[in-house]
């Protein structure tokens, strides 16, 4: 948020440029629910228009981007209290680690439920056959895909 804040503002906190848009006016908490417990959130404020973000929509959850960075710190083999970090980042207040296992339990289900899907209709696979582009030349040096 704090990144979509400076681009919308044209100017970071206490920068004086000429190509500000809009002043800021401080933070709002948001409390927004979600299944994994109530998050506090800090929102930028501006003066002249409202802060438009898309981590925080009006009225919206932050689930999908809660999700998002757990499943992100998941991927790249970060440790369940780090995650905390990272959340923090994205101006959450920290997860506990039963939250991220929760988080984490449900990111599992659903690629078991996606690997074990069946598949209704056969894909069909395309390739292609590279000859060469002169008569008489090597192909390995010169090749011309043929579709």
């Not at 438009?52 to 999700?67: F, I, S, Y």
């Not at 696979?125 to 060469?132: D, E, M, Q």
């Amino acid at each position: 948020m704090r990144l979509e804040a400076l681009q919308q503002a044209g100017a970071d906190r206490h920068e004086r440029t000429p190509a500000r848009a809009a002043l800021r006016d401080g933070a709002r908490d948001r409390t927004p629910v979600t299944p994994y417990g109530d998050r506090v959130l800090a929102g930028p404020r501006f003066r002249e228009r409202p802060f438009e973000t898309r981590v925080l929509e009006r009225d919206a959850r932050v689930e999908k981007a809660l999700v998002n960075a757990v499943a992100g710190s998941y991927l790249q083999d970060v440790s369940t209290r780090k995650v905390e970090a990272v959340v923090s980042h994205l101006g959450i207040d920290p997860l506990s680690p039963s939250s991220v296992s929760r988080i984490a339990q449900d990111l599992n289900r659903e690629v078991q439920e996606f690997l074990t899907r069946s598949i209704e209709q056969p894909s069909p696979i395309f390739s292609s056959l590279h000859r060469a582009a002169r008569p008489g030349t090597d192909p390995r040096t010169s090749r011309k895909p043929c579709w």
